[in-house]
């Protein structure tokens, strides 16, 4: 099947438009391409069972307009506010393309010359054409996505009051500078020894990572109790300092959670925690946020601080710790997510932006060493166990 939609300044169909409101009610994945972004009339909602989807423009020019944004993220359910993102790290940002799979493993293909404007879909000659494309393209498609939002951030409140829409005389806005020069300027401190200590806590916790992981693994599967989990954690995850001195000396943060957490529902948490563990990487921002609005619905208190470091000791380039010191560091910053997102989308809009501001220095390596810059310059307390 393939379709041909040839558009001019005469032509009143709305056969455009039409692909683009099936392909939002209909795909389980679904991924939208636009050089930029002026305009979105899209009525219908994402289907309520899609899995995967990433909705990227580009900023080259300033061209990409405000209200049309807003317009999106307004659009965009509390969960999935995150996935409406920006390839401010690519110059060169021409696509135009929207590819989607259905619940009949179909896979569809909608390519052509119409950005997302007014002008695309209603005046404009253009050309484009729908066709079905293989699972094999399709798997393609994905890693070619994956490849784009490594260079892309989300759409955010800090983002927009720093981007700046340009003039239409097509001039090379300023805005074609990465606006991450703008965001967190302020990093922490740089100290060596805090840096040495941490990556030797990371050394320390590769000695159990196998043990935790399968007592992870139990947990969610019910095979042990909350009781047991709390006592067999606590031997897994701990000071130097703890344990009659036999601590692994592994635990980034201090010993807040035990008072506060002891009476957390421990599956719950592991089943999140093991949900991500099995998420391939193209699917795992995602499964994160999911993730993590699922335990916040359930009232698990651990969802932040315990189940972010298990993240970030597992993937130390992707995941940030979220605790009380980085929530100073981001307020510090003006960090805003975009208005109305869930909690799991606040998550991945930060992690996403950290992971830009690391890849423009070469000193700190990872967010697990970034946080213990921040928990060194941000933490009330000093009584952190750092051997």
Sequence with gaps: MTQLFLHSDTSNDKELISIYEKAVSEAVELYIFSAYLTHWDVKNKL???????KFIFGQDFGLSK???????????????KFTLMVAQGIQGFHPKAVFWKNEKNEYYALIGSSNLTHAAFNSNYEANILTKISEQDFIKVKSWTNEISLKSIPVSEDWLEEYQEAEINYKKSTVSQSLMDKLFMEMPNYNQELIAARRKQMRNHQTVCNQLKSLIKQCAAG???????YVEFNKLWSWKSENKGEGVGNRFQDQTWKRTGKSSDFRKLCIAIQSVFDAPLAERDNVVAKQIDWL??????????????????????????LNAPIKK????????????????????DLSMKLRALLAMQSEIKNLAELDVLVQAEYRDSTDIDWE
């Excluded at 405000?66 to 999935?80: G, M």
């Excluded at 560091?329 to 991945?348: M, T, V």
């Design 223 to 229: 095979k042990i109790d909350n009781d047991e989990f």
């Design 47 to 53: 289907n309520s069972k899609l899995q995967e989807f």
């Design 296 to 321: 916040k619905e359930c009232g698990v208190s651990t969802r932040g601080s315990v189940f972010s470091e298990m993240l970030c000791q597992e993937y130390p380039d992707r995941y940030p710790v």
């Design 66 to 80: 405000k209200e049309a944004i807003r317009k999106v993220l307004k659009w965009l359910p509390s969960q999935l």
């Design 329 to 348: 560091f981001l307020e510090e910053n003006k960090f805003k997510s975009a208005k109305g997102a869930s909690e799991g989308s606040r998550y991945i």
